[in-house]
């Protein structure tokens, strides 16, 4: 079955650009919608954004300004850049496969936002 | 605007509870589109319902879902001790974008 694969914790100083990539495996990503989610410590879950098939992305409109999510066909990856990051981004990221219900999800990839 | 959810509910083995989801008519009541999702400390999130009433394979018969007006909810009955989790909902909203519940802590007492 699909899975997720997101890379381990990440250290980011402020102000820098916040970059993750999730890898596709046992299906292609040329199907369905990909999206990012994340979770600050102890609180609840956020959407961040999607893309689709055609590289048509959707996002949240409070991160709107600082986001990116961009396909990678070829390597079967999406990809998720967050610029001039602050404390207020640290958190786990979740990558997950759909458009308004998601499953599977990947494990999360925790940010850490600090100098 | 998050979607409002109770922050606890709590419930004895083999008893049934209901969570609910409250949005306003440009999300929650809006469309069809309603899921809800079961979190257990320092895991990913699992989909439980989606699509209001819709039960993914593999997910126990003893979770369903609902939606009335603005209203969703979800609904656990013959509660087990495995049950206990954090459980978030959320919905397409008129926007094109997706909005999460704040999420709900379910006690096994």
């Known amino acids: 079955q699909v899975q997720l694969q997101e890379p381990g914790p990440r250290l980011v100083k402020p102000s820098e650009t916040l970059s993750l990539t999730c890898t596709v495996s046992?299906?292609?990503?040329?199907?369905?919608?990909w999206t990012w989610i994340r979770q600050p410590p102890g609180k609840g879950l956020e959407w961040i954004g999607c893309v689709s098939t055609t590289g048509s992305t959707i996002y949240n409109p409070s991160l709107k300004s600082r986001v990116t999510v961009s396909l990678e066909t070829s390597k079967n990856q999406f990809s998720l850049e967050v610029t001039s990051v602050t404390s207020a981004d640290t958190a786990l990221y979740y990558c997950?496969?759909?458009?308004?219900?998601?499953?599977?999800w990947g494990q999360g990839t925790l940010v850490t936002v600090s100098s | 605007s998050a979607l409002t959810q109770p922050a606890s509910v709590s419930g004895s083995p083999g008893q049934s509870i209901t969570i609910s989801c409250t949005g306003t008519?440009?999300?929650?009541?809006?469309?069809?589109?309603v899921s809800w999702y079961q979190q257990h400390p320092g895991k990913a999130p699992k989909l439980m319902i989606y699509d209001v009433d819709n039960r993914p394979s593999g997910v126990s018969s003893r979770f369903s879902g609902s939606k009335s007006g603005n209203t969703a909810s979800l609904s656990i009955s013959g509660l087990q001790a495995e049950d206990e989790a954090d459980y978030y909902c959320?919905?397409?909203?008129?926007?094109?974008?997706?909005?999460f519940g704040g999420g709900t802590k379910l006690t096994v007492l």
């Open positions: 959320n919905s397409y909203a008129s926007s094109r974008t997706v909005v």
């Open positions: 997950a496969r759909g458009r308004h219900w998601f499953d599977p």
């Open positions: 046992g299906g292609s990503i040329s199907s369905y919608y």
């Open positions: 008519s440009s999300d929650v009541g809006g469309y069809h589109y």
